[in-house]
């Protein structure tokens, strides 16, 4: 079956300071690969998403993940953290040509002024 | 945009009574999900339907059903609730499988005394 692991349950990072939130995927072939957002008391937020092609997706509000097949990884980064990225953050699978989002715990992120 | 809502922000219902969640999208999905959100164990499928009628058990189905008769209204059913089903409750829709994005509800805390 396939599993997203998160590894880092919180980070802090101070304001201007760049990001990064590591994923690790397992799947025999290459996932369809997600990261959503949540801020507090909202719902999922579609951040970016690779599913072929380039190997760094750029996507909303300045993030940015790099697909690495030799490494099962999809991590998050962002050059320079703003205090309203504060939020927590999954990141998601789906294998092949399924229906099923298989999510990750999460992150939580703070940003310190 | 699309848009997803959900019948109630907040719910505190007694144990052992029956609990009905409603979600309602606007963009004519053919998909919809339900998802459970629990600290430290992410985002856990309860069912989907991608078509009216028509569902799928996820991973955690235990002690839910769902009921989807019109396309734009998917519904979570609570039979009999107990303690260990409060969380907070998730509705998703997306257009097709893979790739496609899930759009999501703020969705509801329910709270089972």
């Known amino acids: 079956a396939q599993s997203v692991t998160q590894p880092d349950i919180h980070i802090t990072v101070s304001e201007g300071a760049s990001l990064e939130l590591r994923c690790n995927y397992s799947y025999g072939a290459t996932p369809y690969l997600f990261w959503y957002v949540q801020s507090p008391g909202q719902g999922l937020q579609l951040l970016l998403k690779y599913f072929s092609g380039d190997t760094l997706v750029q996507g909303i509000k300045g993030f940015e993940a790099e697909f690495k097949r030799s490494q099962s990884s999809f991590n998050l980064r962002k050059p320079s953290v703003h205090w309203s990225d504060a939020a927590e953050y999954f990141c998601?699978?789906?294998?092949?040509?399924?229906?099923?989002?298989?999510f990750g715990t999460g992150t939580q992120l703070k940003v310190e002024l | 945009d699309v848009k997803v809502t959900q019948s109630s922000r907040y719910l505190v219902k007694r144990t052992g009574e029956k609990v009905f969640l409603e979600c309602v999208q606007d963009m004519d999905h053919e998909n919809m999900f339900w998802y459970r959100q629990d600290p430290g164990l992410g985002l856990r499928l309860i069912y989907f339907s991608y078509d009216v009628k028509m569902k799928e058990k996820g991973d955690i189905p235990e002690g839910y059903s769902v009921s989807r008769e019109k396309k734009e209204r998917f519904s979570l059913i609570l039979e009999s609730a107990s303690t260990n089903q409060t969380s907070m409750y998730l509705c998703a829709s997306s257009s097709g499988a893979g790739a496609e994005t899930q759009y999501f509800g703020p969705g509801t805390r329910l709270l089972v005394l």
């Open positions: 998601a699978s789906v294998a092949g040509g399924g229906n099923k989002l298989t």
